[in-house]
């Protein structure tokens, strides 16, 4: 499956920004889905990921209560609703997924889990 990243750009602190990932060739539904971000200088962290149909969605303490993680079936893809941005969100953004029945309810966080990758979206708040 191909992943296609976008919604990134820059924005001021407290601001509000949506990413979206789409998959080509396949529905989402089978798959479980999860955003990571990179920093500069930093490794790759997980922010929130989520099965498309089961389980809860699961996030970085760190973002609890500003990101939502959700799917949007018309389009076939998994969205992530970040309010209250910080600079301290400044990273590029990545989608991934990985077949949902390999997994339980509870969504993998460790980016080694995840076969399938976007290309990445650049996310700038400036303080």
């Known amino acids: 499956v191909q992943l296609q990243a976008s919604g990134g750009g820059l924005v001021q602190a407290g601001g509000s920004m949506r990413l979206s990932c789409a998959a080509s060739?396949?529905?989402?539904?089978?798959?479980?889905v999860g955003w990571f971000r990179q920093a500069p200088g930093k490794e790759r962290e997980f922010v929130a990921a989520?099965?498309?149909?089961?389980?809860?969605?699961d996030y970085l303490d760190s973002v609890k209560g500003r990101f939502t993680i959700s799917t949007n079936s018309a389009k076939n893809t998994v969205d992530l609703q970040m309010n209250d941005l910080k600079p301290e969100d400044t990273a590029v953004y990545y989608c991934a997924a990985d077949l949902s029945r390999r997994y339980s309810d509870f969504p993998p966080r460790r980016a080694a889990r995840y076969t399938y990758w976007g290309q990445g979206t650049q996310v700038t708040v400036s303080s």
């Open positions: 060739e396949t529905p989402f539904s089978r798959y479980v």
């Open positions: 989520m099965h498309w149909n089961r389980g809860r969605p």
